[in-house]
C-alpha cells in the first residue's frame, strides 16, 4: 500500500536562506509520481512541483527544487531564497500509475523569519 | 475564472441535520475527489469519480453520499451531521486516467462546522 510520511511538524528558516522539507515514500508500484503542495493561511491548495518515478533528473519551478533518491525513497523540497510569504503548511503527495488517488502527508508547516 | 469551485465556502449547522456541497470543475478534467482535512490539516481522500463513475470510497460512513451528475460536477451530500464532521472539505480534479504525472486541482475548500 503507498504511504507518505513527513517527519517535521514544523520548521523555520531566516529569510534569504535556503531550507529542506523530508518526504519518504512507500510504494510496491514502480510507476508513481510525486507532488508538493503549499497551503497559506487562507486555506487552499497551491501546486508546486511535480516529479515522476522515471525522471532522470530532479524536478525545478523558480524556487523550489526537489531532491529525488528513488533508492531512498524520498522526494524532499528544497525552498531556495525563503521569503516571509512561503510561511504555509507543505505537503508531500503521491499518485500511483493507473490509481485514482493521490494521498498526502501530514505535512509541514514552515516559519520564515524575517 | 476559478477552475474548481465550491459552494459553499462556510456551513454551519446543527448536528442530526444533512447538508450538501457543490462543486463543479471547468477544466475538463475526467477525475473528481473529495477530501476531507481535520483539525490537524491531515488530508484524507474519501471518494474518486472518473467520467461519473465511483471508483474509490475509501470507507467512509454511509451517511456521506457523492453525486456526480456529470464529469465536470461532483456533489457531497451529507446525513444526519455528527460533531465529528466538522473539518474543511476539498473538492478536487486531475486529468484523466492513469494521468499520474497531473497535479490535482483543489477547490477553495468549505468549512464545515457542526455544533
Known amino acids: 500500500a503507498q504511504k507518505i510520511t513527513q517527519t517535521q511538524p514544523g520548521m523555520f528558516v531566516q529569510e534569504k536562506e535556503a531550507v529542506t522539507l523530508d518526504c519518504t515514500y512507500d510504494?510496491?508500484?514502480?510507476?508513481?509520481?510525486l507532488f508538493w503542495y503549499k497551503q497559506p493561511s487562507s486555506g487552499e491548495m497551491i501546486f508546486l512541483i511535480y516529479q515522476g518515478s522515471y525522471d532522470q533528473q530532479n524536478a525545478t519551478e523558480g524556487r523550489y527544487s526537489l531532491n529525488f533518491q528513488k533508492a531512498r525513497k524520498s522526494a524532499n523540497l528544497v525552498i531556495s531564497a525563503s521569503q516571509l510569504g512561503d510561511s504555509a503548511m507543505y505537503f508531500c503527495a503521491m499518485r500511483e500509475g493507473g490509481g485514482f488517488k493521490t494521498i498526502f502527508g501530514a505535512g509541514t508547516r514552515l516559519f520564515v523569519k524575517a | 475564472d476559478t477552475a474548481v469551485s465550491q459552494t459553499p465556502k462556510y456551513l454551519v449547522t446543527q448536528m442530526g441535520n444533512d447538508k450538501s456541497i457543490k462543486c463543479e470543475q471547468n477544466?475538463?478534467?475526467?477525475?473528481m475527489y473529495w477530501y476531507k482535512q481535520d483539525s490537524k490539516k491531515f488530508l484524507k481522500i474519501m471518494f474518486s469519480y472518473n467520467n461519473k463513475e465511483l471508483i474509490i470510497n475509501e470507507t467512509v460512513p454511509n451517511r456521506f453520499s457523492p453525486k456526480s451528475p456529470d464529469k465536470a460536477h461532483l456533489n457531497l451530500h451529507i446525513n444526519s451531521l455528527e460533531l465529528g464532521d466538522s473539518a474543511v472539505y476539498f473538492c478536487a480534479s486531475s486529468q484523466g486516467l492513469s494521468s499520474m504525472n497531473t497535479e490535482a486541482f483543489f477547490g477553495q475548500g468549505t468549512r464545515l462546522t457542526v455544533v
Open positions: 477544466l475538463g478534467h475526467d477525475t
Open positions: 510504494t510496491s508500484d514502480p510507476s508513481y509520481g
